[in-house]
C-alpha cells in the first residue's frame, strides 16, 4: 500500500517563500503522475499543478509564474517551490499520485477525483 508524506508548511510573510515536499513509498510512484492540490477554509480543494514521470507539469492560473513542481524519482519525493506568496495561497496543502494513463492528464490541471494516494497534507499561512 503506497503512502504519502508532506513536509515543509509553515507561516511565512508575503512574498516569501516555502518549499514543500512529499515523501512516497510502498508503491512504484516514480513512474505515476503526481499532483499538489491546495484547500482552503470553506472552500474546495483545488489542483496547484501536476508532473508526469518524464517531468511534464501543468499548473493551474494561480500558481503559473510562482510555483514549481519537481521529483527526484531517484528519493521517491515531490516537491513544490512557491515563491511571490499571497495571503491568498493559505491553505492546507496535499500532494497526491495517481498511476492511470491519459493521452490528456498532464495538459491539464489536476482534479481530486482523478488520484487515488493521497498524503495527510501541511498547513501553509501567509500573513501580509
Known amino acids: 500500500q503506497g503512502q504519502l508524506v508532506e513536509s515543509g508548511g509553515g507561516s511565512v510573510q508575503a512574498g516569501g517563500s516555502l518549499t514543500l515536499s512529499c515523501a512516497a513509498s510502498?508503491?512504484?510512484?516514480?513512474?505515476?503522475?503526481m499532483a499538489w492540490f491546495r484547500q482552503a477554509p470553506g472552500k474546495p480543494r483545488e489542483g496547484v499543478g501536476i508532473i508526469d514521470a518524464t517531468g511534464r507539469t501543468t499548473y493551474s492560473d494561480s500558481a503559473k509564474g510562482r510555483f514549481t513542481i519537481s521529483r527526484d524519482n531517484a528519493k521517491n519525493t515531490l516537491f513544490l517551490q512557491m515563491n511571490s506568496l499571497k495571503p491568498e495561497d493559505t491553505a492546507m496543502y496535499y500532494c497526491?499520485?495517481?498511476?492511470?494513463?491519459?493521452?490528456?492528464?498532464?495538459?491539464?490541471?489536476?482534479?481530486?477525483?482523478?488520484?487515488?494516494?493521497w498524503g495527510q497534507g501541511t498547513q501553509v499561512i501567509v500573513s501580509s
Open positions: 510502498g508503491a512504484a510512484f516514480r513512474g505515476y503522475y
Open positions: 497526491a499520485a495517481d498511476n492511470r494513463y491519459s493521452m490528456t492528464r498532464i495538459t491539464r490541471v489536476p482534479n481530486p477525483g482523478d488520484f487515488s494516494y
